[in-house]
């Protein structure tokens, strides 16, 4: 007789009240011991006293478990049951946060009522509302709550204007319904801005189901005016018979959006098994939890095509996240054409990753590949922002383009330019220019380059191509050649050997400045100490520097510094000070700041010896170009302004008592730099180039 093996551990059983909640079981050295995803969930545990977390959307809930020792094997476990937490949603569901009862009972019975018809055989609701907590006054909201949005077919055309065309209440926080009846197909919800720039994303109407769209407030700036709909907290739901705002599925449908915005693993094996045999009512639970499924990277992918399946009997083959997530699964068995975006920011990357096998699926004029380059936000909804009218139009490498926001200068039409300075485009037009690629023939990548440039500027492959092309074309066209001899430190598009000084332990003067590339140019802007941008390419021990510099006003103080160490080897708070103290500066201030000394001046090496003719020197006027020629042998130091030479120092070796191996020549072991100074104004500096003597 074999003797009874009893259950060594204890059992509690969790219930939550929802499918996506999350469990978290931690023992009492606070580390986590167990976790589970369900409304109903049992673990075996050691005896001990337990916290038990439980979170619902972003809200969570704790109790205390004590499993008592010597009651393990088969008795009943210990029951711990939490109530429905009310998470904050921008779909005004019973039971959740951020929503009151005339909302939640005007979307539902406003979205069973057709404001107006633009087609027929789907329908698209949009409900956007304010918010305030009971406790508070509510916002003053400047007019209605749909003012901005819009909704147009994928080519652009006005289908519907929400702030002139929706149902409003404003009995308490304000809201704003529009259910409108459309053909089967992709449209742009827009968002004009109190700026005037455009946000958009892709809405998709399905045959048969009415795509539900629920957004609250957000501020896009400062003031009242700025208060408009929260497109990237947007949510978005489907249904064939209106909005019920009891139905769990729309419940377990959000809460699964949450978990993705997230990235948290929210769904129990019960929704999986519902997944695989198609038992959900709403397909964005599918579409959703679809896309948590593929964070499991072991997951089966032939349980996946059974989702892809069911998603699809449901929606068509035409609804491109669904599209989006067969690639990831099945990529070759997708003969779907990218013209327009998906919805999902997931899904488009999923899209961008399918490009580098298969560049055709986004083609390289299409409109999908045109909103590569304005995304906008970081929410799960792939959003592009259109500049507003009278911005600065995409004229690459100007200074107003520099100036602008990541926002306004992320486009395909101004990034060009910028794109030299990214490695792997410099990587891989020097790649090209090595002879691999013919002239005249369009560029083609190996797949590895090409997926590390889709997703260094996510973009699809067709559009890196065709900008390496553009990119290769213009390099070979207008890079200008050195003079004979001398090699590049700057030739108007390459920054990548250079770096900019650093300052640490100095409250209030903790900004060095930056270099702008600006027009082939670097312009300085000034931070609240001095700075130094340095080139990490040693100079020779002996040396000619050329460059040209330029001034905007008379107060402007700059300097090129030469034959310093490192700039970090000193410990400085501010490094820049390691050129003021090992290096020599060759000064350009008109002004001779503070005391108008010749030592301070244009050409001079800075406060050791000044310009031959100080009060004559061939400075061109404010505006146009001068150029420096600074020769370096042994320790003689010779300047030469706009072809004339101004300065000559000899320095003697070790005469700097606290700074002894001050001006030494560069060598391997203790090599050397040239930098440029940020100090007062925005000086400019082109066309660096040196050689060795």
Known sequence: MFPYNRNPKLRLHVSTHDEGAEIFVIDAHFHLVDRGVGRSKIFDLDPGVYTIKVRTGSQTQKDYAILRPGEEGDAEPLEKEFP?????????????????????????????????????????????????????????LIGSPARGLTLRDAQGNLVADFASQSVSGDGGDPWSACNVSVNPGLYR???ETSSGARLEQMIVASPGWQTQIFLLQRAYGESLDDRRADLSGASILLSRHGFDPTGDDMRLTELIRLG??????????????????????????????????????????????LIIANLRGLLGTQHPDVEALALKVAPDDVPHVFDYPPMLRKSWWYVLDATVRKPDLVPVSSFAANMAGQLWGDGIWLAWMTPAVGDVPGIAGSRQEAERTPQQNDTLGD?????????????????????????????????DTARRLVYTLGIPRANVEDLLDKLNQQHTAFTPVPDPGFKWLFDGSYTNKWRMSTIKNQPGR????????????????????????????????????????????EDDDSGVFIRFPHPDSKGYNNTAFVGVDFGFEVQIDQQAAPDSAAIHKTGAIYNLAGPMNPDALPVRPLGQWNTFEIQVQGQTYTVLLNGMQISRFTFPVGSDGQHPDRGLPSTTNAPRYIGLQIHTGRVAFRNIQIKAL
């Open 260 to 305: 993705l915005s997230e990235s948290r693993q929210v769904l129990s094996d019960r929704i999986v098994d519902d997944l695989l045999a198609g038992k959900f009512d709403n397909p964005m639970l599918g579409i959703y939890g679809t896309h948590l499924l593929l964070l499991n990277k072991e997951l089966d992918r032939d349980r996946l095509r």
């Open 510 to 553: 903790d900004n060095p400045g930056r270099f702008l590339v600006v027009d082939g140019t670097l312009e300085a802007v000034p931070g609240t100490d001095i700075g130094l941008y340095w080139n990490t390419e040693p100079t020779p021990a002996d040396f000619v520097l050329k460059l040209e510099w330029l001034s905007r006003q």
């Open 189 to 191: 919800l827009g968002l």
């Open 84 to 140: 429905p937490l009310q998470f904050p949603s921008s779909a005004p569901l019973y039971n959740t946060a951020k929503t009151h009862e005339y909302q939640i009972d005007a979307a539902a019975i406003l979205s069973h009522q057709l404001r107006f018809y633009a087609g027929q055989g789907s329908s698209i609701f949009v409900f956007a509302r304010d918010w305030t907590p009971p406790t508070r006054p509510a916002k003053p």
């Open 415 to 447: 990034f060009t330019a910028s794109l030299l300075t990214s490695a792997p485009v410099r990587e891989a037009i020097a790649q090209i220019q090595s002879g691999t690629q013919a002239s005249g023939v369009r560029v083609t990548l190996d797949d």
